[in-house]
């Protein structure tokens, strides 16, 4: 069972090989792996012709939301993916989905709209969509190790290795893609319904550890519009 509709403060960190190891390392008297630990997560990501809505989530404001498919594995026509919306206000991070055959969402972007889904959640996810004209703009993988405390509330991942590509917007055509960091970086995500239990907090003093604002979406398009401007020097 998946959960539609969850709301929770999210932080990301952004980690070296060595800072990685050592974090881990102390974390490991009080985490566990989570029941899914290793997992290659596969994303669709809609946007404008103009691409409006990454130009103005980079804008830093307050609010904003973006749409994307997204599967835990290369799918096929029949395996299940997750369609949402995922809204941000300051650090609470919102996510409204609804979970598919990949060959429905295909039904779904023909038209069709006679889904066996939560259809609250579709009509929101449609209306935003359809109001500001997205379509998929940008394929985003990588590699994620999760794991849960051992008692709070808390959901630590770590994604490594992502990669792009503006060709081939499918996600049943695999994770190949351009890589964006040259050499081995983690982001670390540390998602609460609470503050920081204080074994946490002294874990990320003690390692010099620090939250930063880190976009995939927002740093590979960034990187592409540098590259674009080098092409033009």
């Known amino acids: 069972m998946y959960i539609e509709n969850f709301q929770r403060i999210e932080k990301k960190y952004l980690l070296t090989k060595s800072e990685y190891e050592k974090v881990i390392s102390d974390l490991s008297e009080f985490i566990k792996p989570d029941i899914y630990p290793d997992s290659k997560i596969c994303n669709i990501y ?21 749409v994307r498919l997204r599967s835990y594995i290369i799918p096929n026509m029949d395996s299940t993916v997750f369609l949402e919306i995922k809204k941000k206000c ?10 598919l055959k990949l060959n429905d969402f295909y039904r779904y972007m023909k038209g069709d709209r006679n889904l066996d889904v939560n259809k609250q959640i579709l009509n929101e996810i449609d209306y935003a969509i359809t109001s500001k004209k ?8 990588y590699d994620r190790k999760s794991y849960i405390s051992n008692e709070e509330d808390i959901r630590i991942t770590f994604d490594s ?12 055509m695999g994770d190949s ?4 960091f040259n050499e081995e970086m983690y982001i670390m995500e540390i998602k609460t319904l609470n503050n920081y239990p204080l074994w946490l907090t ?28 080098k092409v033009y020097v």
Do not use: M, Q, W
């Open 46 to 66: 809609f946007d404008t012709d103009n691409d409006t809505v990454i130009i103005n989530s980079l804008e830093h404001p307050k609010y904003k939301e973006k």
């Open 90 to 99: 300051s650090e609470t991070v919102g996510k409204r989905r609804i979970a």
């Open 134 to 141: 997205l379509k998929p703009k940008i394929f985003l993988a």
């Open 161 to 172: 290795k992502i990669r792009s590509r503006r060709e081939d917007l499918c996600l049943e």
């Open 177 to 180: 893609g351009k890589l964006y």
């Open 202 to 229: 002294r874990i990320l003093s003690k390692n010099n550890i620090y939250p930063t604002s880190f976009s995939k979406y927002g740093k590979i398009f960034t990187n592409e519009r540098i590259e674009e401007e």
